[in-house]
């Protein structure tokens, strides 16, 4: 099998409150854009367009069926929302999407990613698969889905929430998917 390296680099905007973890891109046959969630079937930017702008597709081109990815960095840099991957190399199991199917051989350095955000205070992993890589890196118990655990390193203090994934896979209706992102960023003093 071989091992894919991650295709993108982390997306960090110096201002960023928080950064959220996904497992790793679909293969790029899976693409609408060249970003983070890229998949059209995946529903990370309605979810974030319901919360922002009270509109699901705020951020599609439903005629191309991609996502309008200049607006989506100018949307994350504006609010502080940093995004990349918990894993830079993996192994697909199966020729598909699934996490499940996924083999983390090299995960993110946190720490790293942490230390080029001076102002984030917390990680949100969405996704069963981000969640056990990042909790195991950071030695901490993960949290049940929609909640949040503290956890410190180099000596500041974070939140871990583990958010649902956004998949259409993960059996959950997109608005209670956006019903538990909301309470995350109603807690971090997003304005929504």
């Known amino acids: 099998m071989q091992i894919e390296q991650h295709p993108l680099q982390p997306f960090l905007p110096s201002n ?66 940093a995004i990349y991957d918990a894993a830079t190399e993996v192994k697909r199991l199966q020729d598909n999407a699934s996490d499940k199917f996924l083999e983390v051989v090299t995960p993110t350095s946190i720490q790293a990613l942490l230390a080029q955000l001076p102002a984030c205070r917390a990680i949100a992993t969405t996704g069963e698969k981000a969640t056990e890589t990042v909790c195991t890196q950071l030695s901490i118990q993960p949290p049940k889905v929609g909640q949040s655990v503290p956890f410190t390193l180099q000596g500041k203090n974070y939140r871990l929430y583990r958010m649902p994934s956004s998949s259409r896979a993960y059996p959950l209706a997109l608005e209670k998917k956006a019903a538990a992102y909301r309470i995350l960023f109603q807690e971090l003093g997003y304005n929504l």
């Open 16 to 81: 960023a409150r928080l950064l959220m973890l996904g497992s790793f891109p679909p293969q790029r046959k899976r693409w609408s854009i060249d970003f983070y969630y890229p998949n059209w079937n995946n529903d990370m930017w309605r979810i974030m367009g319901c919360l922002f702008h009270a509109d699901k597709n705020y951020f599609c081109d439903n005629t191309r069926k991609a996502f309008r990815k200049e607006c989506l960095v100018s949307f994350l840099t504006q609010q502080g929302i």
